[in-house]
């Protein structure tokens, strides 16, 4: 067990740290805005108010409250405490709700949206490209064009080209949000219905993009698999096809799952703007809301949660990986 | 150099990906001198034209008509006036008064004409129609015969002395106009967007915008990419572990996080497009500081570069003659790949609103934006939308064409047979 604890420990120390540079990176960047967000919201609120003490007095109200006013390291050490209480402050935009009860209803609509999305597609892309690899001739001609064709165009083009044939053209899906707009959230079964309905187009759109992306990979890898010298010299012991595929595949599946650890970060990026085509209410649409109220508690709090999610699946892949590959596995018996 | 030039140019990927781009810079290069209008000059009064010839009413009065004898025109000019809903409207009246529904053609105009002739009686009151809906069809039918009718169109203006209202002309239906003699038409090819303005001006000089950007994003990104890459591949030691420990940084966290937190952080009046495209530039270089570290290491102990260490050359001129050569092919990739995915970049960033400040130049992706603000795409303008996605396609597309093709060409093992 000291091999896979070493790999383990090492894997963890190493996002701790990222987390840390991201965490820092996250407080940092937002507080070089040059405009001064507590005007604005002032501003918003004082609105045909004429006294300007009391202007005045409202302002420094509101800096207090956000804490804008204290130098930059009481403000670090102040915004530390609070995270890791779960307090991540107030939202501007949509004063007084905090900013953790915005992130609460929209990050799991973004989690349950993407992650199966792009496991499945992950699963179906990589079967594809192995086939066309293997099977080569008419299947490996059309998928090819397909999947670069798909991968080329970006998430949103394809959210929209399909928002458009199959809930404009063809009616078959809602074009807009999670659930029904007629609808509280509640358990019923028209409620589970509606998101369900809702859920098919921004999935399926997930779904195709992250085939396109792998299949193309996949084959690639299959391709450098099927030519190495190891699955000649099996052809010459006789070994039958059927075994050896396995062997192949295993060995070009280790640089895609690989792959799949260092893209989905990208991918959750694209996915989250196709979320905002299909107004789905998950975290593109919260960034887009933060960024119209000129928000930043809010884009601040959305963009840590993010990172933090990609950082997580990123984890999880990297473990994944240490139970499949070998040579993890032969580090262990060390 | 030649040679390769020419086994580049064979490739029929590179080939295919190169025509288009070439096609694209072309057009985007030549329209300005035909139509050297403001893009983003606001030109409609109204939101989404439709695509199509424009011609000047007003105009057409004072211009020199032409008789034509046409047989179809009163037919076209009924047709063009009865809307969906009259037609509809139609049809329950007839299959009311018995015409079997198998026989009534929609869009057959001058079926259903000669069908409503044959059936259609002011006087007779057929079940189920209120009273309203009687005179609709009285209207309706009274329309139709005053277009069918010979009678012209008077044109009269009000004569300024006297206030009265004088006949200046006179338009006869067999009246026709050669648009070419007409002093104002424009020709819209793609319509007007939401704010009225012309969308081909704009999407070319949208376009124009967003390859520059792709082009200063790609660079800015590979030469940072290039510079670290080397530094840390050939010069190795603690420089390789620090800038190997930024890079992973920047491996897992997600660009698009940091994207968005620096073009928010910079504020919507100061982000122009070269701002914009250098945020990109500078998110974006991991990749190819990876990719080209990893080729660095393994030329690093070559036989020809020790040779070159041997002979007592300098660092930077192993790393120009002895390193750079072997990987420029790759960096050329990468750069190809980088103009595209940093076109996709601004395209991404103006949906979430993040996008190059509105009012100086028209980008692809503020140009999608605006169209998704209006909901171009779920009212059937498509108009406003499909052209700029084509766009974006096109030249991902093209530009990823260009990089499978030199991929084959610099790695045999992908060639297919």
Do not use: C
């Not at chain 1, 999305?117 to 086939?131: F, M, Q, Y």
């Not at chain 1, 397909?146 to 949103?156: D, H, Q």
Request: hydrophobic share 50%; no cysteine; net charge neutral.
């Amino acid at each position: 067990m000291k091999g896979y604890s070493k790999y383990f420990g090492g894997k963890l120390l190493w996002f701790s740290v990222t987390f840390v540079a991201a965490f820092l990176l996250n407080f940092i960047l937002p507080r070089l805005m040059p405009g001064d967000p507590v005007a604005v919201i002032t501003q918003r609120v004082t609105t045909g108010m004429t006294s300007q003490a009391g202007v005045q007095k409202v302002y420094e109200e509101y800096a207090n409250l956000f804490g804008t006013n204290k130098p930059m390291y009481e403000q670090f050490f102040l915004y530390v405490r609070n995270v890791f209480r779960g307090d991540l402050g107030v939202s501007f935009s949509q004063f007084p709700r905090p900013v953790a009860d915005i992130l609460r209803s929209s990050i799991w609509w973004t989690v349950a949206l993407q992650f199966p999305a792009i496991i499945l597609g992950w699963i179906i892309g990589n079967t594809l490209g192995a086939l066309a690899a293997y099977l080569k001739g008419g299947f490996d001609k059309m998928l090819l064009p397909i999947s670069i064709f798909i991968s080329n165009l970006p998430a949103f083009g394809l959210a929209i080209v399909m928002l458009v044939i199959f809930g404009v053209d063809l009616g078959w899906f809602p074009t807009s949000g999670g659930y029904g707009f007629d609808l509280i959230p509640n358990m019923s079964w028209q409620f589970v219905w509606s998101v369900i309905v809702h859920y098919q187009l921004p999935f399926w759109t997930i779904v195709l993009i992250a085939i396109g992306g792998q299949a193309i990979g996949m084959r690639s890898m299959a391709i450098y698999e099927l030519n190495a010298d190891y699955v000649k010299y099996a052809r010459f012991l006789g070994i039958k096809d059927r075994k050896t595929i396995m062997y192949v595949f295993r060995n070009a599946m280790l640089p895609q799952i690989t792959g799949l650890a260092l893209s989905v970060g990208t991918m959750v990026g694209g996915n989250l703007v196709a979320e905002v085509i299909f107004s789905y209410p998950g975290l593109g649409q919260t960034i887009l809301t933060g960024v119209m109220g000129q928000d930043y508690p809010l884009i601040s709090a959305t963009t840590l949660v993010i990172t933090l999610m990609v950082l997580i699946a990123t984890f999880v892949i990297e473990i994944l990986y240490g139970f499949i590959d070998p040579r993890v596995k032969a580090a262990q018996a060390d | 150099m030649k040679h390769l030039l020419q086994q580049v140019f064979r490739s029929p990927k590179f080939l295919v990906g190169f025509v288009i781009f070439s096609l694209l810079l072309l057009f985007v290069l030549i329209y300005p001198l035909f139509v050297p209008d403001n893009p983003l000059g606001i030109i409609g009064q109204g939101t989404f034209f439709e695509p199509g010839i424009y011609v000047n009413a007003y105009d057409v009065i004072g211009t020199d008509p032409r008789t034509l004898m046409l047989d179809n025109a009163a037919a076209n000019r009924i047709a063009s006036k009865l809307s969906p809903a009259d037609r509809t409207a139609m049809q329950e009246y007839l299959v009311a008064v018995g015409v079997d529904e198998e026989d009534i053609e929609l869009e057959d105009t001058e079926k259903l004409l000669d069908l409503w002739e044959a059936y259609y009686d002011p006087a007779a009151r057929p079940a189920g129609f209120t009273a309203a809906q009687r005179r609709y069809y009285g209207r309706l039918t009274n329309n139709l015969f005053g277009i069918l009718s010979l009678e012209s169109v008077v044109i009269a203006a009000e004569n300024p002395e006297t206030g009265v209202m004088e006949q200046i002309d006179e338009v006869k239906q067999s009246d026709y106009v050669n648009v070419n003699k007409v002093a104002n038409v424009r020709w819209l090819p793609l319509g007007t967007d939401n704010f009225g303005r012309d969308v081909l001006t704009q999407l070319v000089s949208a376009t124009k915008t967003s390859l520059q950007i792709g082009l200063v994003a790609g660079s800015i990104a590979t030469a940072i990419g290039l510079t670290l890459g080397l530094i840390a591949g050939y010069v190795g030691g603690w420089l390789d572990d620090i800038i190997m420990f930024i890079t992973n940084l920047f491996t897992v966290i997600p660009g698009i996080v940091l994207l968005i937190l620096i073009s928010f952080s910079i504020g919507q009046e100061n982000r122009g497009a070269v701002t914009v495209a250098v945020v990109i530039g500078i998110t974006s270089w991991v990749w190819t500081a990876r990719a080209v570290r990893a080729q660095v290491v393994s030329l690093r102990n070559r036989d020809h570069v020790n040779l070159s260490k041997l002979s007592g050359h300098s660092v930077a001129h192993i790393i120009v003659n002895d390193i750079l050569p072997y990987i420029a092919s790759y960096v050329i990739m990468a750069l190809i790949l980088q103009i595209s995915s940093g076109i996709l970049a601004e395209a991404g960033l103006s949906i979430l609103g993040l996008g190059p400040k509105t009012t100086e130049v028209p980008t692809l992706g503020l140009m999608m934006n605006w169209a998704l603000i209006y909901s171009a795409h779920v009212t059937n303008k498509w108009w406003a939308w499909v052209p700029v996605i084509v766009t974006i396609a096109s030249i991902s597309f093209s530009l990823n064409l260009m990089n499978t093709g030199l991929d084959q060409v610099f790695n045999p093992a992908l060639r297919e047979d």
